[in-house]
């Protein structure tokens, strides 16, 4: 999984975790925790979401050795297109939200959360429409076949969708969805949880794949699996901290061909974060490393006891990263 495996050790000496507080609930949570790790050739961060178990989470953890040990690729690109991520708020919220994506040509919108109607997501959505000219939506995963051809019809009825990504959660939903729809679909949960994440391909369930490095390994596996993709891929943020942001733009600075604007503005729904967020510029977020601000990383340290289940959970993770 990774070609340079440190010892425990040394990963623990360079960790620190963090709590940063985030604007608006988001995945169910109003603060989202991170572990960084600082190597001899940077940053890396382990934010494996919390209810991830060891065989799912070592994919972060391998991602953060990366960045944190391992030398970047070639870019072919100094700065890359970023979409709003519009969370489900209610419709009068869209203009707060998207104001902290300046210049932003596309937005993606959160859809089919627990809880709420088919016609608060429109509502949502043609508020976003209003503002930003293209738009795509993200169900995860959260429809049945049935309902997406619903949500399809009512979601467009009023303006174009660039895709819908995740609509249903299995590969042959999304497949047999794809023969009843005209909106693209994109895979997300379909490709970062799957064994083989080029099945989704193979079943002809996506026109457009979403691929997060964390879940993935590392910026090399996910420029390995976007090598094997025939069909456009975009980065996407797991909502990441400063630092692991600044390795998704990094992979997509590394990818032959970028025709979509990329998921990867979530730092603006964080109401602090371990570096200052860099502002979109007509829309792009540029090309760099990221280091933390040690005085951001002192304000926005973890409790002792949140960092040793953290520490705990590397324990864990480490030895199934050989």
């Not at 997509?252 to 990867?264: H, V």
């Amino acid at each position: 999984m990774s070609d340079v495996t440190p010892p425990l050790d040394d990963l623990l000496d360079g960790l620190h975790v963090v709590s940063l507080p985030m604007r608006v609930r988001f995945r169910g949570i109003t603060v989202r925790e991170v572990a960084l790790i600082e190597g001899p050739a940077g940053w890396g961060e382990f934010g494996a979401f919390l209810e991830y178990e060891p065989p799912e989470a070592v994919h972060w953890l391998a991602s953060a050795v990366e960045a944190a040990y391992q030398a970047a690729p070639d870019v072919r690109r100094d700065r890359i297109p970023i979409n709003a991520t519009v969370p489900a708020v209610a419709a009068d919220q869209v203009p707060e939200v998207l104001a902290r994506f300046p210049g932003a040509r596309t937005a993606k919108v959160k859809v089919a959360e627990p809880g709420q109607s088919l016609a608060a997501d429109v509502a949502r959505v043609n508020a976003v429409r209003a503002l930003v000219p293209a738009v795509r939506v993200d169900a995860n995963g959260g429809w049945t076949v049935d309902e997406a051809v619903v949500a399809a019809a009512a979601l467009s009825a009023d303006g174009s969708l660039e895709y819908i990504e995740q609509p249903c959660a299995t590969v042959p939903e999304l497949a047999a969805l794809r023969r009843r729809i005209d909106v693209l679909i994109a895979a997300d949960e379909s490709i970062r949880k799957a064994d083989d994440p080029l099945h989704v391909v193979r079943s002809k369930a996506a026109d457009v794949a979403v691929l997060k490095v964390a879940p993935l390994g590392g910026v090399a596996p996910m420029l390995e699996i976007a090598d094997r993709i025939d069909i456009p891929i975009v980065v996407s943020s797991a909502l990441d901290s400063a630092v692991g942001i600044g390795r998704g733009l990094l992979a997509a600075a590394a990818l032959p061909d970028l025709r979509y604007a990329c998921g990867l503005g979530t730092g603006g729904l964080f109401v602090d974060d371990i570096a200052e967020p860099a502002v979109p510029v007509d829309g792009f977020l540029p090309v760099a490393p990221v280091s933390p601000d040690p005085a951001r990383l002192a304000a926005l340290a973890a409790s002792a006891g949140r960092r040793q289940w953290w520490i705990d959970r590397i324990k864990a993770c480490l030895p199934l990263m050989s």
